[in-house]
């Protein structure tokens, strides 16, 4: 024989049978033992899932954004609600022209009560708030004067 | 290759078992006798082979067809395992030591007395060759691989498969005289 027909002959070398058998049987049954591993598909799971809900709770936020915080979220922030900051800011603008204008009247009362007392009489100065009100109440108690003075107040304000 | 060979792939790294099993039975041999012929005992070529099956079927999932036949692969597998046993057993193993009853032709294939020395001879002569050349003689003359198909295998252009071929015969020539010699 020559060189190349004797490397021929190892071709015809081959593993015992029981060998092979199980060999075989062992490896195949390696991966399955592997991949029955229940901590390991529970890990797997749980991963998944927190990963999905992290982005899509990203995703919303990002996409809805405060508004939909709003309206989902049973903890309302006050701060975040325009409609609601602006009507408060109104409300207080509102409140200052009134408390102007209460001072106004009460100013303009003593003048409008005495007929003998010059038209113009100087403001008061500045007086503790409690002496403010006493002079005031009885302004009020003339309910015409008081109400075209709210009206020409307002109508002004309206201007 | 294996008929059907892309297919039986897919449905392994899917996790069949049953389409791995038809690749280790159409590679096996092969490889078992390419581990065997480098390391030279059947034990060892017997460990090795299943571990180099068993390596695959656990990391198939890595496995990426990039236009290479899948034997290529097991081959990377192998040698790379048979490299991990010789360094393991540096200063353990060498071939003087190893029993010659371990590589054992199969009674079934009749040969005469001296056929059977020369496969003995040419089995020793392979073993002093350097793994390069080993490598290529046993998937060029001995698994009647292409050049193209052994290229890929090794890892080197076709032209060097060629050229490592010629320098292995000739090696190889050179041990048989030098022992016939003797």
């Known amino acids: ?159 | 290759m294996l008929d059907g060979e892309q297919k039986l792939i897919e449905r392994a790294i899917k996790g069949k078992a049953s389409a791995f099993g038809s690749l280790y039975d159409y590679y096996q041999p092969r490889i078992y006798r390419f581990v065997l012929i480098k390391v030279g005992r059947r034990e060892e070529a017997e460990d090795l082979t299943h571990e180099v099956f068993k390596n695959a079927w656990l990391n198939i999932e890595s496995y990426k067809d990039m236009g290479f036949p899948f034997s290529s692969w097991l081959y990377k597998i192998a040698r790379n395992q048979i490299t991990d046993f010789y360094r393991a057993a540096k200063g353990e193993t060498s071939i003087d030591k190893i029993d010659p009853e371990y590589f054992a032709i199969p009674a079934s294939i009749q040969l005469d007395l001296a056929d059977k020395m020369e496969i003995e001879r040419v089995k020793d002569a392979i073993q002093e060759l350097k793994p390069e050349y080993q490598d290529i003689l046993v998937m060029r003359f001995i698994e009647d691989m292409s050049v193209k198909e052994t290229a890929e295998s090794v890892e080197k252009s076709e032209g060097a498969v060629k050229v490592l071929q010629h320098r292995a015969m000739k090696e190889l020539k050179n041990i048989l005289g030098n022992s016939s010699r003797q």
């Open chain 1, 1 to 159: 024989m020559n060189l190349n027909e004797l490397l021929k002959q190892f071709k015809y070398i081959e593993a015992d049978r029981e060998y092979t058998r199980k060999s075989r049987s062992l490896i195949l049954s390696a991966k399955h033992t592997a991949r029955v591993s229940l901590a390991d598909i529970f890990l797997k799971n749980v991963q998944l899932a927190a990963s999905v809900a992290l982005a899509g709770l990203l995703i919303f936020m990002i996409v809805g954004g405060f508004s939909a915080w709003r309206m989902f979220s049973p903890l309302q922030i006050a701060n975040l609600d325009p409609v609601g900051l602006k009507a408060e800011a109104q409300a207080i603008d509102i409140q200052i022209q009134l408390a102007n204008l209460n001072y106004g009247e009460a100013a303009l009362a003593p003048a409008k009560s005495g007929e003998s007392t010059p038209a113009i009489t100087p403001a008061p100065a500045p007086a503790p708030k409690q002496e403010t009100s006493a002079v005031t109440a009885p302004a009020l108690q003339d309910n015409a004067t008081s109400a075209v003075s709210i009206d020409e107040a307002l109508d002004k304000l309206s201007q």
